[in-house]
């Protein structure tokens, strides 16, 4: 391979062009840690968490929000005003009108899903803080309160009624979030399994850390009907072409494309305080074939609906007063 050709122009410079992806990745989290398992196909991997406490002013340590992930071309994140009960919501209208006109799949995934938010802090396997940082972590409704999938597993909610507050700064729980991916058709998603240590221990982390925790109540932006059509259409601006301080949504789409729990409460044995035991073992669980054309979620019925024609008479309703769901 030639040399490349030096030259003493100041203006023939390079950029870091590996360091294009962690621009791009906080331009798109707008400087949230949002958090995410580790985890692999073989075995459950652990994931050492603090969930941090409620503040003062908060009724609960989490948040449960009705979300639109990927709205518009620049993937807008918007809360769901119609399960809110706030408003009307465009979103959900269009959505009902694809399905009325044959297309299930591209209906529903119009629709809002439940996603539940917390703060955590990461720890290393004896309790103790391993980052100086509060990250946001988004569960889905399954995985926090459970599901027609579930119903025979323990999930987190439970873990709150059984165990208490793990998320107490002076009586709480460290909880390792076992995680293993799993494939499914064209799908991949989290399995996780809950373990609890059984010492209570105080919060790892200083006062000043949980002074910056996530404002829970407003990670995800909620609109107008008007806005929120002319963001589905890419009429309204970025959030990255904002002006520093404006409102915006925080959170890109989740990484995973559908996600499933099977959870499970898993009793530590004796450990040091606020420690894990990290060699509980694991159950086998059947391998989910990833070639199997049944298990592949994908539209049987081409759309009856045209979304544009469906898009315009939403505007129109828009533009008269409002706008309805089912």
């Known amino acids: 391979m030639p040399k490349a050709k030096t030259t003493e122009n100041p203006w023939a410079s390079d950029f870091n062009i590996k360091g294009l992806t962690a621009i791009r990745e906080e331009v798109q989290s707008q400087g949230v840690a949002r958090d995410t398992f580790d985890s692999d196909g073989k075995t459950y991997t652990s994931n050492f968490r603090r969930i941090c406490p409620k503040r003062p002013d908060w009724e609960y340590p989490f948040q449960v929000i009705p979300v639109h992930f990927g709205v518009g071309p620049t993937n807008r994140t918007l809360g769901c005003p119609r399960v809110a009960k706030t408003g009307d919501c465009p979103l959900c209208t269009l959505g009902f ?29 004896d309790g103790s803080l391993a980052d100086e940082k509060v990250f946001l972590l ?72 949980l002074e910056t925790i996530h404002d829970l109540p407003n990670v995800v932006t909620f609109v107008d009907a008007a806005e929120m059509v002319n963001i589905y259409e890419g009429k309204a601006l970025s959030p990255s072409l904002l002006a520093p301080g404006t409102t915006h949504e925080a959170l890109p789409a989740p990484a995973e494309t559908e996600l499933e729990v099977k959870a499970t409460v898993v ?57 309805k769901g089912e």
Request: proline residues 6%.
């Open 267 to 323: 009793k530590a044995e004796p450990v040091p305080a606020g420690g894990f035991n990290t060699q509980v073992e694991e159950p086998e669980e059947e391998e989910v074939s990833a070639d199997k054309p049944e298990e592949a979620k994908v539209t049987a019925t081409p759309p009856q609906t045209d979304p544009q024609e469906a898009i315009s008479r939403l505007r129109a309703n828009v533009q008269n007063g409002g706008s």
């Open 97 to 125: 009108d694809l399905i009325r006109g044959g297309d299930k799949e591209g209906g529903k995934d119009m629709l809002s899903k439940i996603r539940i938010y917390l703060n955590v802090v990461h720890v290393k396997g």
């Open 138 to 209: 988004s569960l889905n409704q399954t995985q926090f309160f459970g599901g027609q999938e579930s119903d025979e597993d323990e999930i987190l909610a439970d873990i709150f009624e059984q165990v208490g507050d793990i998320s107490h700064i002076e009586t709480g729980r460290n909880i390792d979030f076992r995680a293993k991916l799993v494939k499914r058709g064209r799908f991949e998603f989290n399995r996780v399994k809950y373990a609890v240590v059984a010492d209570a221990t105080p919060f790892p982390g200083s006062l000043e850390l």
